[in-house]
Each structure stands twice: as C-alpha cells, then as structure tokens.
C-alpha cells in the first residue's frame, strides 16, 4: 500500500512564499511520474505542475516562473517551491503518483496513489 503525505500549506500574505512537500512510504523511482495538483470548492482537481522518472518537468501557465518543483530521489520525497503568490494560488493541493505497467494483454495499465491534500490561504 503506497501511501503519499503532504506537509507544508499554510496561510501565507499575497507575494509570499511556501514549499510544499510529499513524502512516500516507497521509492520514487518506481513511480512513472509525480506531481501536484490543486483543487478548489466547485472545481475539478487541476495539475499544478509534474516531474517524471526521466527527469522532465511540466508546468501549468499560471504557475510558470513561480513554481518549482523537484525530486529528492534520496528521502522519497517531492517538493513544490512556491513564490509570489496570489489569492488565486489558494487552494487545497494534492500530492499525485503515477505507475504504468504492461499488463498480460500487453496493455498498459495504470494507477493514480493519492495524498490527503495539504490547504494554501493565500490572504492578507
């Protein structure tokens, strides 16, 4: 059972910063990618910003040149620099772990291992 736990929300003035972290009972390496994802009352889960095992890295417009995101292969863990923020970054923010295998029938198959969420308030 993989489990993912986030740390690090908090309440935090607009144009201030916060890294989040995730931290998983199992090497990360097996995991195909992981990233963040963010989810607002009324709206659907969106990804923030993704790290896969080959080391590329994907950002969501809104987030580009603010947020960062890496890998600490080392202590399983999954960061999320987050600066200048805005009242629009506030948000629950999930932590996401994504494995891809072949299945018997040479499909692939996959599975998403989630986190709790961790809230960012981002107010004055």
């Known amino acids: 059972q993989v489990h993912l736990v986030e740390s690090g929300g908090g309440l935090v003035l607009p144009g201030g910063s916060l890294t989040l972290s995730c931290v998983a009972n199992?090497?990360?390496?097996?995991?195909?990618?992981m990233g963040w994802y963010r989810q607002v009352p009324g709206a659907q889960r969106e990804l923030v910003a993704s790290?896969?095992?080959?080391?590329?890295?994907n950002y969501d417009d809104s987030v580009k040149g603010r947020f960062t995101i890496s890998r600490d292969n080392a202590k399983n863990r999954l960061d999320l620099q987050m600066s200048s923020l805005t009242l629009e970054d506030t948000a629950v923010y999930y932590c996401?772990?994504?494995?891809?295998?072949?299945?018997?029938?040479?499909?692939?198959?996959?599975?998403?291992?989630w986190g709790q969420g961790t809230l960012v308030t981002v107010s004055s």
């Open positions: 996401n772990a994504h494995e891809e295998w072949v299945g018997t029938d040479l499909e692939t198959l996959t599975y998403d291992y």
């Open positions: 790290s896969s095992i080959r080391g590329t890295t």
């Open positions: 199992k090497t990360i390496r097996s995991f195909n990618s």
